[in-house]
């Protein structure tokens, strides 16, 4: 059984920036694609951003290209969302998602099986 915990939430003003976490344990993280999702209140989850296996392939939603980055740090069993230029429509719950055995990155909810319980942020205007 895989479990995901997400760090790294907070209160920000639009703006700024924060890193999120998620550290991963009970499986081989190195075979999983990871995601970023997120639920904005009255909103249905969304995909955010996701990475291959490797770390090689990443790609984004439209609306945080170019403020947000993915990476992993298979060492770490952990994948990382920074984000950058931070505006009030990003306030949402942050969910972190592991597929696995997914040799491509996943864009859709069903890619993926696991799911860590999320974290809040808020960016204040």
């Known amino acids: 059984q895989v479990q995901l915990v997400e760090s790294g939430g907070g209160l920000v003003q639009a703006g700024g920036s924060l890193r999120l976490s998620c550290a991963a344990s009970g499986g081989t993280f190195m075979l999983y694609a990871m995601g970023w999702f997120r639920q904005a209140p009255g909103k249905e989850r969304e995909f955010v951003a996701g990475?291959?296996?490797?770390?090689?392939?990443?790609i984004y939603a439209d609306s945080v290209k170019d403020r947000f980055t993915i990476s992993r740090d298979n060492a770490k069993n952990a994948v990382y969302l920074q984000m950058n230029s931070l505006k009030p429509e990003d306030t949402a719950v942050y969910y972190c998602?592991?597929?696995?055995?997914?040799?491509?990155?996943?864009?859709?909810?069903?890619?993926?099986?696991?799911w860590g319980q999320g974290t809040q942020v808020t960016v204040s205007s």
């Open positions: 998602a592991a597929a696995p055995g997914l040799v491509r990155v996943g864009v859709q909810e069903y890619d993926y099986y696991y």
């Open positions: 990475i291959s296996r490797s770390g090689i392939s990443t």
